[in-house]
């Protein structure tokens, strides 16, 4: 473990995580103008096993998988073959079904499709082509809650069927061949399974549930029950390859991700400044009507809102994972950051919060 002269107070944040927060198992890193100065990893990574936390365990992130998917969209924008203010149908026409014809990429990016469930169910889970055409055939939900609901797991099945029209592969191997090998990184969308003995298993508290309209109108997430935790850690989950929410990493992976969107990683970008600001503007701002909480969105990247749920920068962009992970970029500190942990917690939580202080306060102490 290791951190540059100036961040010594994110170590001990990181450590204060176990003694006074109870973390279980964990990782935090940061870049700073394409350099690594935070990287920590502690605790333990399977309490049934005892086996330890170490430098090459990576870490489920649920909807941390979200600001990769974009980032393949937004790849797809920067060559020209998509327009974000395009209506999906147009690469998808059987998506236009049951008056769906204008809605955008956009739209879909910022979680506006009417479409937060599958009507269908999700017997289907791991098949992608049966969950695509069950969202296809779909009508938009007429409740008003759902024009600013949280796409939670159809968001991924809408997009990765989008990059499957209009480049031929799977979110999963774009992303692996676009990003991942060429800036070197160790995250996959779908962890290849001789890598399987790398992966954390994910602890559930005790009746993990959503409350809110999903569970109001007979929705419940499929991922996030009581007992969710032996999908979570399956085989078949963590091979899935699940464009929303089957992402897997180390945290110097995804900040190393994240520095890619700010500027050059080892002399390599694969974004221009013009498609990450494109990816930034913001889409939508309100209120989410799952969680009655303040959420912004660009184009799938959660922005910076007033409860400060990404640190003190307002520029912040990124995303968050369920139970607490979370990942992204401060532009205006040329700071990219991915805090994982493998205990799921509900509620106030304020682990990561505690960490991205400590970030900042080491980033204005060296005049970073």
Request: with cysteine; glycine share 12%.
């Given at each position: 473990?290791?951190?540059?002269?100036?961040?010594?107070?994110?170590?001990?944040?990181?450590?204060?995580?176990?003694?006074?927060?109870?973390?279980?198992?964990?990782?935090?890193?940061?870049?700073?103008?394409?350099?690594?100065?935070?990287?920590?990893?502690?605790?333990?990574?399977?309490?049934?096993?005892?086996?330890?936390?170490?430098?090459?365990?990576?870490?489920?992130?649920?909807?941390?998988?979200?600001?990769?998917?974009?980032?393949?969209?937004?790849?797809?924008?920067?060559?020209?073959?998509?327009?974000?203010?395009?209506?999906?149908?147009?690469?998808?026409?059987?998506?236009?079904?049951?008056?769906?014809?204008?809605?955008?990429?956009?739209?879909?990016?910022?979680?506006?499709?009417?479409?937060?469930?599958?009507?269908?169910?999700?017997?289907?889970?791991?098949?992608?082509?049966?969950?695509?055409?069950?969202?296809?055939?779909?009508?938009?939900?007429?409740?008003?809650?759902?024009?600013?609901?949280?796409?939670?797991?159809?968001?991924?099945?809408?997009?990765?069927?989008?990059?499957?029209?209009?480049?031929?592969?799977?979110?999963?191997?774009?992303?692996?061949?676009?990003?991942?090998?060429?800036?070197?990184?160790?995250?996959?969308?779908?962890?290849?399974?001789?890598?399987?003995?790398?992966?954390?298993?994910?602890?559930?508290?005790?009746?993990?549930?959503?409350?809110?309209?999903?569970?109001?109108?007979?929705?419940?997430?499929?991922?996030?029950?009581?007992?969710?935790?032996?999908?979570?850690?399956?085989?078949?989950?963590?091979?899935?390859?699940?464009?929303?929410?089957?992402?897997?990493?180390?945290?110097?992976?995804?900040?190393?991700?994240?520095?890619?969107?700010?500027?050059?990683?080892?002399?390599?970008?694969?974004?221009?400044?013009?498609?990450?600001?494109?990816?930034?503007?913001?889409?939508r701002r309100g209120a989410e009507p799952t969680w009655g909480t303040p959420m912004a969105y660009g184009a799938g990247y959660e922005l910076q809102t007033g409860d400060g749920r990404m640190g003190d920068q307002p520029d912040a962009f990124g995303h968050a994972g369920a139970g607490g992970s979370r990942h992204g970029a401060w532009p205006g500190r040329e700071t990219a950051y991915s805090y994982l942990m493998n205990e799921v917690r509900m509620g106030?939580?304020?682990?990561?919060?505690?960490?991205?202080?400590?970030?900042?306060?080491?980033?204005?102490?060296?005049?970073?």
């Amino acid at each position: 473990m290791w951190t540059a002269a100036g961040y010594e107070d994110v170590a001990e944040a990181f450590e204060r995580n176990f003694t006074e927060r109870g973390e279980l198992g964990a990782a935090f890193a940061a870049y700073h103008r394409g350099e690594l100065v935070v990287d920590l990893w502690g605790g333990t990574a399977d309490p049934e096993t005892g086996r330890a936390w170490d430098r090459d365990t990576v870490h489920l992130m649920f909807s941390g998988t979200k600001g990769l998917t974009s980032a393949c969209i937004l790849l797809l924008a920067q060559r020209g073959r998509l327009q974000l203010d395009d209506p999906l149908s147009r690469y998808w026409p059987e998506f236009g079904a049951e008056g769906k014809e204008r809605t955008t990429i956009a739209q879909v990016l910022s979680h506006q499709a009417r479409l937060p469930w599958v009507e269908a169910g999700y017997a289907d889970l791991y098949d992608h082509d049966a969950m695509a055409a069950h969202l296809a055939a779909q009508a938009p939900a007429s409740d008003p809650r759902a024009g600013f609901m949280y796409h939670a797991v159809t968001w991924g099945w809408l997009l990765d069927e989008l990059v499957r029209r209009v480049d031929g592969r799977t979110v999963s191997r774009f992303f692996a061949e676009e990003f991942a090998q060429a800036i070197g990184l160790e995250v996959w969308i779908g962890l290849p399974e001789e890598l399987h003995w790398r992966a954390a298993a994910m602890i559930a508290p005790d009746g993990v549930l959503v409350d809110g309209p999903w569970t109001e109108l007979n929705r419940p997430n499929p991922l996030w029950i009581p007992g969710s935790e032996k999908i979570w850690n399956s085989v078949e989950y963590r091979t899935a390859g699940l464009a929303a929410v089957g992402g897997y990493a180390t945290a110097r992976g995804m900040a190393r991700f994240y520095a890619s969107m700010l500027g050059e990683v080892d002399g390599v970008r694969v974004l221009t400044p013009a498609t990450v600001e494109l990816g930034r503007r913001e889409l939508r701002r309100g209120a989410e009507p799952t969680w009655g909480t303040p959420m912004a969105y660009g184009a799938g990247y959660e922005l910076q809102t007033g409860d400060g749920r990404m640190g003190d920068q307002p520029d912040a962009f990124g995303h968050a994972g369920a139970g607490g992970s979370r990942h992204g970029a401060w532009p205006g500190r040329e700071t990219a950051y991915s805090y994982l942990m493998n205990e799921v917690r509900m509620g106030p939580d304020d682990r990561s919060l505690t960490l991205l202080g400590a970030l900042s306060r080491g980033s204005r102490a060296t005049g970073r």
